[in-house]
T-cell receptor, first 114, second 111 residues
Framework: EPEVTQTPSHQVTQMGQEVILRCVPI?????FYWYRQILGQKVEFLVS????????KSEIFDDQFSVERPDGSNFTLKIRSTKLEDSAMYFC????????????FGPGTRLTVL | QQQVKQSPQSLIVQKGGISIINCAYE??????FPWYQQFPGKGPALLIA?????SEKKEGRFTISFNKSAKQFSLHIMDSQPGDSATYFC??????????FGTGTRLLVSP
């Protein structure tokens, strides 16, 4: 069964450093999403992406964040200057343009900012 | 208006019992209501989902009940098993837009 993959599984970085989280969505999906989950809390939406542009973003997704689809398979989330409060699990999700309406989630990247 | 409220926060059920988790939403534009199951260190995995044009959907031991007029929906897990111990999130969305998640319910099924 096709699945969303994410790399790395765990990223440790120093405050102020840039990080890039990578995702490979399911191959025939065209809608892509990033969510994050602070330990023990609910899953929060960051940004959605379709047709090579951002379709929606949350208030969390400020100028420090950017997304890109650099080629036909990868979808990346970049945090330019990490803060301590960026420490969280980051999940990529994708969905097809037709049914089912399900967003399929990857296993996540645990980001630890020291 | 974008919130989805979920209860209880945690739940302990005996093996073989029924687990019930409730959610309520405010935005009547939502048209898709999935439940996700999450094990520690893993991503949310779709369990079952419903659209507002039906009042109930059953898949194996899992049933969603949906009350459109009350803007509430619930997950029932019949014959709960220790392997069902996980965190369960309800969510809602409209079209291709973001999922709005509930706060999660940590379920423990005791042997």
């Amino acid at each position: 069964e096709p699945e969303v993959t994410q790399t790395p599984s765990h990223q440790v970085t120093q405050m102020g450093q840039e990080v890039i989280l990578r995702c490979v969505p399911i191959s025939n999906h065209l809608y892509f999403y990033w969510y994050r989950q602070i330990l023990g809390q609910k899953v929060e939406f960051l940004v959605s992406f379709y047709n090579n542009e951002i379709s929606e973003k949350s208030e969390i997704f400020d100028d420090q964040f950017s997304v890109e689809r650099p080629d036909g398979s990868n979808f990346t989330l970049k945090i330019r200057s990490t803060k301590l409060e960026d420490s969280a699990m980051y999940f990529c999700a994708s969905r097809a343009t037709g049914p089912p309406d399900t967003q399929y989630f990857g296993p996540g990247t645990r980001l630890t900012v020291l | 208006q974008q919130q989805v409220k979920q209860s209880p926060q945690s739940l302990i059920v005996q093996k073989g019992g029924i687990s019930i988790i409730n959610c309520a939403y405010e935005n009547t534009a939502f048209d898709y209501f999935p439940w996700y199951q999450q094990f520690p260190g893993k991503g949310p995995a779709l369990l079952i989902a419903i659209r507002p044009d039906v009042s109930e959907k059953k898949e194996g031991r899992f049933t969603i009940s949906f009350n459109k007029s009350a803007k509430q929906f619930s997950l029932h897990i019949m014959d709960s098993q220790p392997g069902d111990s996980a965190t369960y999130f309800c969510a809602a969305s409209r079209g291709f837009q973001k999922l709005v998640f509930g706060t999660g319910t940590r379920l423990l099924v005791s042997p």
